[in-house]
């Protein structure tokens, strides 16, 4: 690293801090000031807020990097073309190429970060955070479960009958399960007050069960009943069965991937958000880089008129690409385009935009400008 990387990048530090952590901050304030009243109904004890906020900080760092990194190239990179700092490092040999060098590999630094956190982390603290405010507002932690619930595994063609599913510890309150054949002949059923799923040894173990075989024409052969009665050899597991009715929006990548893995079956219509949003959470830590080279060329200008025009393109660019994005999302979760297309199509597409941006600026043409006929 030459001693003008170590310049530049020292240059664009500290702003990108002070943005970075003033958003955190208006977050924390607009937040708090939301949720006060339940926290003092709840008579929230200070280490529970501690954990609720710690909770957001996943979600919190895959929404402020972009925005920070924006607002903290704009103002470094103006900073030095007013002080003619730009002009001088052009004069002495240097590309524009090569000064924004610095600045783009702190863009892939940061995009490897919100991977990293917008693997599984910023999915769960999306999913926790309205669970730890109701939480907090009746003053306990209560157990979240899902009532009535049906699955249908239609691989090995059994369907599971439930009234209660506990989701932190997998235990499936009276239950019924439906083994049919081929044609659609009941030829199994289990009842059970209880039923828990080993994970090491991958089997279930029904309490107080019933087990009854029936002919193809619906005659009862055999039943039995047993205080413990155990399976081996099914796929299905509690986070499998829940699955069926988790929202895409919340789970990681390896839960999308099983989700996807294990529900193949399911209508394409159906898996249409799911793939969506396993695309899109590796496209969404691109957007760090994507950034860097919308503000960066927008940030160097030759003339101090410039510098107003240019930011506020660079942050209309931005916004634009975040609502592409959700536009885009939206219609591969109705599965009205591909999955790829709704994840990636808004992050090439402002990425090529950037690499035009930063040719004009490099070969110091001016923009193309917007004319409309008759002015």
């Not at 402020?64 to 001088?88: D, F, K, Q, V």
């Not at 994005?325 to 939206?330: E, G, K, Q, V």
Request: charged share 20%; net charge positive; hydrophobic share 50%.
């Amino acid at each position: 690293m030459t001693i003008l990387d170590r310049y530049i990048l020292k240059k664009f530090a500290t702003p990108f801090l002070y943005c970075f952590l003033g958003f955190i901050g208006i977050w924390f304030i607009f937040d708090l000031s939301d949720n006060l009243p339940d926290f003092i109904q709840g008579k929230a004890s200070f280490e529970m807020l501690v954990e609720y906020y710690a909770s957001q900080i996943p979600q919190l760092v895959v929404v402020c990097l972009p925005i920070g990194l924006l607002l903290g190239l704009l103002y470094s990179l103006t900073a030095m073309s007013r002080s003619n700092e730009i002009i001088s490092m052009l004069g002495a040999g240097l590309s524009v190429v090569r000064i924004l060098i610095p600045l783009i590999v702190v863009g892939v630094f940061l995009s490897v970060v919100t991977a990293i956190f917008n693997f599984s982390g910023a999915p769960h603290a999306a999913a926790a955070k309205k669970q730890m405010v109701r939480d907090i507002k009746r003053g306990e932690k209560r157990t979240e479960a899902v009532f009535g619930h049906l699955f249908r595994n239609r691989e090995a063609q059994r369907t599971w009958f439930m009234r209660r599913i506990n989701i932190q510890r997998g235990k499936i309150g009276d239950i019924q399960i439906l083994q049919q054949n081929a044609d659609g002949d009941i030829l199994q059923q289990w009842y059970a007050r209880e039923a828990n799923y080993q994970p090491e040894q991958k089997r279930w173990v029904l309490s107080n069960a019933r087990y009854v075989e029936l002919s193809p024409e619906g005659d009862i052969t055999k039943s039995e009943l047993k205080d413990t009665l155990i399976i081996d050899g099914w796929n299905e597991t509690p986070w499998r069965i829940l699955s069926s009715v988790m929202n895409p929006e919340y789970l990681a990548v390896p839960e999308l991937r099983d989700y996807l893995t294990y529900n193949s079956d399911f209508p394409e219509k159906r898996l249409a958000a799911y793939r969506t949003h396993l695309h899109y959470r590796w496209a969404l830590s691109l957007f760090c880089l994507v950034v860097v080279f919308l503000a960066a060329p927008m940030g160097i200008v030759y003339s101090r008129r410039g510098i107003l025009g240019g930011v506020a393109l660079a942050i209309g660019l931005f916004f634009s690409m975040v609502f592409m994005s959700s536009l885009f999302i939206a219609l591969g979760k109705g599965q009205r385009i591909s999955p790829f297309v709704a994840a990636w199509g808004p992050v090439i597409f402002f990425f090529a935009i950037g690499l035009v941006l930063v040719w004009f600026r490099s070969t110091n043409r001016d923009l193309p400008k917007l004319r409309i006929p008759g002015f």
